[in-house]
């Protein structure tokens, strides 16, 4: 099993910046890939940055590519997504996920994709 555990969310205005982080413990040995998505009210959840193990593929949503970035900390079991630029549309629920996978080039871009999921963070971004 793995728990994984966000932080980072909060209130910004429209322009500003937030890192999200997302710890993973428990059985972290195993090669993951990992994902963020966010749930905005009324709406169903959506992909927004993967990046594979080795963090050499990255994937991003077109409503988010060239304002955030996701990148990872093996060593510390983490993975990150650096907001800038962040607009009221942004304003959702964040969730981190991780899949076992056999491959460490390997992104996953849907969500049934992933096996393991935190319990989110939430991101307001006023106008």
């Known amino acids: 099993q793995v728990q994984l555990v966000e932080s980072g969310g909060g209130l910004v205005q429209a322009g500003g910046s937030l890192r999200l982080s997302c710890a993973a413990s428990g059985r972290t040995a195993s090669i993951y890939a990992r994902g963020w998505f966010r749930q905005a009210p009324g709406k169903e959840r959506e992909f927004v940055a993967g990046?594979?193990?080795?963090?050499?593929?990255?994937s991003y949503a077109d409503s988010v590519r060239g304002r955030f970035t996701i990148s990872r900390d093996n060593g510390k079991n983490t993975v990150y997504l650096q907001m800038n630029s962040l607009k009221p549309e942004d304003t959702a629920v964040y969730y981190c996920?991780?899949?076992?996978?056999?491959?460490?080039?390997?992104?996953?871009?849907?969500?049934?994709?992933?096996?393991?999921w935190g319990q989110g963070t939430q991101v307001t971004v006023s106008s």
């Open positions: 990046i594979s193990w080795n963090g050499k593929s990255t």
């Open positions: 996920a991780a899949d076992r996978t056999v491959s460490a080039s390997l992104i996953r871009l849907k969500e049934e994709e992933y096996d393991y």
